[in-house]
């Protein structure tokens, strides 16, 4: 079974963080630059927060326009669900399904060491039903 750690090796270890004292334009920017869906928030290294383009939508609703210029601290959620390398990926996909977000950061000793979405855990879920599949039609056909 697939685990995070393998995750990451596909994809880095890059995670695109911002500033709770940033602007809600200034995440747009980001969200945009980078084609990401959510960005975790940072004080001194440490994860204060996620915020993702969800929360930007609910700000829009709220605020409209003024929301650009208010705090990414704002519209944040402070409460943030993350996952370490070594959690298998199918444990971390019921944990998004479940708390209905998409993405995790990955800590290590409380480092930020990455970042999934449940883009990344179908792709790799994908992966892994092919290889069962073509070793199941490799194992049928060895035996008729
Ligand atoms: P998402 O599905 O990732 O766009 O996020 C949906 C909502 O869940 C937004 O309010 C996010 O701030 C929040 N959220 C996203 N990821 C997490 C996470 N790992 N832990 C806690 N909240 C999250």
Redesign the pocket.
Known sequence: MGRISDVLRGKGAAVCTIGADEPVSALLAMLTEHNI??VVVVADDEVVG??????VVRGVHRRSSALLGTAVAEI??H????CVPEDDVDSVMRTMTEG??????VLVEGRLAGIVSIGDMVKVRIGELEDERAHLHSYLAAGS
Do not use: K, Q, T
């Not at 996620?50 to 929360?55: F, G, L, M, N, T």
């Not at 209905?100 to 950061?105: E, I, K, L, N």
């Open positions: 869906g959510a996620i915020v993702s383009e969800r929360d944040m959620s409460e943030v669900v993350s209905r977000f998409r993405h995790v950061p």
